[in-house]
């Protein structure tokens, strides 16, 4: 039996199922970071970014949608009540959904520059 803390999806799947569902709510440069080698807080990174705060939160829901349906539970969220900047923390993989002008405003790829970047399969 899968619990939150056992998804049956995990790592790299579980980035892909994520960055499937925003791109079926038109999220705006998907892009994924493998972190695993680094220092980071997760194995990956999903940044994406929608063109207004309805759309930040449509994509937000999509995703946590979509994992939940596969086993996976988000374990913190941050961010719902000002669609600027939703998190989505599923351990393994932490989901960035950010209004395009906060995005470059934050800059993360840069900031996690030495991550490799992963082929996601989505435009």
Do not use: N
């Amino acid at each position: 039996m899968t619990t939150p803390e056992t998804p049956a999806v995990r790592g790299q799947d579980l980035l892909k199922l994520a960055a499937k569902a925003a791109a079926s709510k038109k999220a705006i440069d998907i892009v994924g970071l493998d972190l695993a080698g680094l220092d980071g807080v997760a194995d990956y990174f999903l940044i994406c970014s929608g063109s207004s705060e309805p759309q930040v939160r449509a994509i937000a829901e999509a995703i946590e949608d979509q994992l939940r349906a596969a086993g996976a539970r988000a374990w913190h969220v941050e961010g719902q009540e000002f669609k600027r900047w939703i998190l989505l923390d599923f351990v393994d993989v932490v989901v960035h959904v950010f209004h395009e002008k906060t995005r470059e405003y934050y800059l993360l790829e840069r900031l996690w520059g030495d991550a490799r970047r992963v082929d996601l399969g989505v435009e």
